[in-house]
T-cell receptor, first 116, second 112 residues
Framework: EDQVTQSPEALRLQEGESSSLNCSYT??????LFWYRQDPGKGPEFLFT???AGEEKEKERLKATLTKKESFLHITAPKPEDSATYLC?????????????????FGQGTILTVHP | DADVTQTPRNRITKTGKRIMLECSQT?????MYWYRQDPGLGLRLIYY???????NKGEISDGYSVSRQAQAKFSLSLESAIPNQTALYFC???????????FGDGTRLSIL
């Protein structure tokens, strides 16, 4: 089963102070990686899918990158509204009775706080 | 309207009570999932269903049961609630196993 580890557990930034969040994983074969944002009292909201090493995706102040062992979520010039918990997840599969089953393994998340 | 709707949003109940959490979706996805989220433990999979006739246990299914009444409806039951089942519960859907899952806004369950 895949293992997914996120660091740091919590990150405090000043508005405009760029930084990166890390998601490292052990997989038997890369099948993709997902990034989510979760606000307090809400369900995780899908941000990005990355399927192959070297791939990058961008959305506003966020850019996700992927290598063979880890993914980074770069936050450029963050604003207070970027404060949230950021989760990464990796899909993994197993076969039973001729059927292929897929599930997600989630990291524990990074709590990002951006101060004005 | 939300694509994945969970009811109730909050519930406080007593030990030993039977509780049902409901999830409905308008995304047309075959796959549905139930997770619980606890501080420091992240999201853990309770049960998942790939269609109405296919239900599978996740990593923490003990003490829970599910019912897939239709493609759009997936319910989670706690037959006899205990305090360590106090948590935030999420329902999610997906098209396939390697596509993103889409989550409801959760049910905050407190068991006294």
């Amino acid at each position: 089963e895949d293992q997914v580890t996120q660091s740091p557990e919590a990150l405090r930034l000043q508005e405009g102070e760029s930084s990166s969040l890390n998601c490292s994983y052990t997989v038997s074969g890369l099948r993709g990686l997902f990034w989510y944002r979760q606000d307090p009292g809400k369900g995780p909201e899908f941000l990005f899918t990355l399927y192959s090493a070297g791939e990058e995706k961008e959305k506003e102040r966020l850019k996700a990158t992927l290598t063979k062992k880890e993914s980074f979520l770069h936050i450029t010039a963050p604003k207070p509204e970027d404060s949230a918990t950021y989760l990464c997840a990796v899909p993994w599969y197993y076969n039973a009775g001729g059927t292929s089953y897929g599930k997600l393994t989630f990291g524990q998340g990074t709590i990002l706080t951006v101060h004005p | 309207d939300a694509d994945v709707t969970q009811t109730p949003r909050n519930r406080i109940t007593k030990t030993g009570k039977r509780i049902m959490l409901e999830c409905s979706q308008t995304k047309g996805h075959d796959r549905m999932y139930w997770y619980r989220q606890d501080p420091g433990l992240g999201l853990r999979l309770i049960y998942y269903s790939f269609d109405v006739k296919d239900i599978n246990k996740g990593e923490i299914s003990d003490g829970y049961s599910v019912s897939r009444q239709a493609q759009a409806k997936f319910s989670l039951s706690l037959e006899s609630a205990i305090p360590n089942q106090t948590a935030l519960y999420f329902c999610a859907t997906s098209v396939t196993g390697n596509q993103p899952q889409h989550f409801g806004d959760g049910t905050r369950l407190s068991i006294l």
